[in-house]
């Protein structure tokens, strides 16, 4: 038996979609800038798709979507493209629980001398908006906070931050890649300006992603040429994946209601169970969390023998998929700085363990999951800390 548990990750495309590309090779391969009958049948493709994107987050104007390779391009592109607005750097906020598709491109301004704020989160990974409120300056041109922390689950407060941000006249982006398809999205009623999603954590396919900018919002292009996605992103679309895509939102907030109960239900049947396990810790936030997800660490884990690294090798090979939020580094294991910025000292942090259930999820594969845990855990512990069910 295999069980995936790593959709946050990526989740397998959909087979609407893997169809409705499949359509769009063989029958719409036109370049959709051209003016020929082939160009504007494939134009009528891409644009179909990004009203079925639109509407996934309640966007109410279509154009306000722009195509990208995924979400670390979204996220760039609102990085830099509002940084590239200014000629002399000034001063952004992030948090200090970004994904790295946001950490990086502001950690490049930082040394490009811009001044940058990262926001302190609390033990459960939030951060505290009056924080933003002080951190404010009058050289701020954007603030930046993670819609859905993809290593702890934990939810921030974005409506709040945009209050905040558009008080004081800054942009708010925010990255949304966790959140879009698991929790509805309303750009029309967020006070956001630009946010990020991407297709493969939507059933979509690999390589595809969009930025919602609102309208009236400026940006510099990270790429220029020959002007595609109102000037913003240059290339020739890849229309066969953005159909695939569109497929995906338009399925996904179908099923979002639905499949957002059944995720969460099966999220905390498998918290229940493992929650008895000693020196196991749940990590994040079990108020506001990403529906899909679960997230520990282990408290006693040493980076040599256990760490969240060994607890997913040893589940590799008892065929179940899941994650550590340690990162790797030419063969050295670091702490997650994720764990590291909500307080856990570093032991904790280098036995970070997520589970992220999807749609083939089942309860049996919650229950055969927790069971195999335990016994790993059991095997592998230092001390006999487990109680066996
Ligand atoms: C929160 C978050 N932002 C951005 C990304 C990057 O998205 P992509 O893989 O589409 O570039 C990911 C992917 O793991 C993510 O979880």
Redesign the pocket.
């Known amino acids: 038996m295999q069980i995936y548990l790593d959709y ?2 990526t989740a397998p495309t959909r087979s609407e979609a893997i169809a409705a590309m499949q359509g769009v090779f063989t029958q719409q391969w036109g370049n959709p800038s051209s003016l020929h009958e082939w160009g504007q049948r494939t134009a009528t493709v891409m644009e179909q798709a990004r009203m079925q994107v639109a509407s996934l987050m309640n966007a109410p104007d279509p154009e306000s979507i722009i195509f990208t390779s ?4 979204a ?1 760039n592109l609102a990085i830099m493209g509002v940084a590239h607005l200014y000629a002399k750097p000034q001063h952004i906020i992030i948090s200090n629980v970004e ?1 790295s ?1 946001v950490a990086e491109p502001v950690r490049l301004l930082e040394l490009w001398g811009w001044q940058v704020t990262r926001l302190r989160v609390d033990a459960k990974g939030r951060v505290d908006p009056q924080d933003l409120k002080v951190a404010l300056q009058d050289n701020t041109v954007l603030v930046s906070v ?1 819609y859905g922390q ?1 290593e702890v689950g934990t939810l921030q407060p974005i409506e709040e931050f945009g209050k905040i941000a558009r008080s004081a006249g800054v942009l708010f982006h925010t ?1 949304a ?2 959140v879009a398809g698991r929790l509805p999205i309303d750009v029309k009623n967020l006070p956001v300006d630009l946010l ?1 999603i ?1 297709s ?2 939507i059933y979509g396919p690999q390589g595809a ?1 969009a930025l919602y900018v609102r309208p009236g919002v400026e940006l510099v292009p990270l790429l220029s040429g020959g002007g595609q996605e109102k000037r913003l992103r240059s290339g020739t679309q890849a229309v066969p994946i953005l159909a695939g895509f569109g497929i995906a939102a338009e399925l996904a907030a179908q099923e979002l209601l639905t499949e957002t109960q059944r995720l969460m239900k099966l999220r905390d049947r498998l918290f229940s169970q493992l929650s008895d396990i000693p020196g196991l810790l749940p990590t994040g936030d079990c108020t506001h969390r990403l529906p899909h997800h679960v997230s520990f660490c282990l408290e006693y884990a040493d980076g040599e023998k256990l760490s969240g690294k060994t607890l997913v090798r040893q589940m590799n090979l008892a065929g179940i998929g899941i994650s550590a939020g340690a990162a790797c580094h030419s063969g050295k294991l670091s702490p997650s700085p994720i764990l590291l910025a909500m307080g856990y000292p570093e032991n904790a942090a280098l036995g970070a363990i997520r589970m992220t259930l999807g749609r083939e999820t089942t309860e049996a594969d919650v229950d055969w999951v927790a069971m195999v845990f335990r016994q790993v855990l059991q095997r592998l512990s230092p001390v006999k800390l487990v109680v066996s069910h």
């Open positions: 946050s990750a995924g979400g670390t391009e996220d994904h598709a993670i993809s990255d890649v966790q990020s991407s493969h954590k992603g």
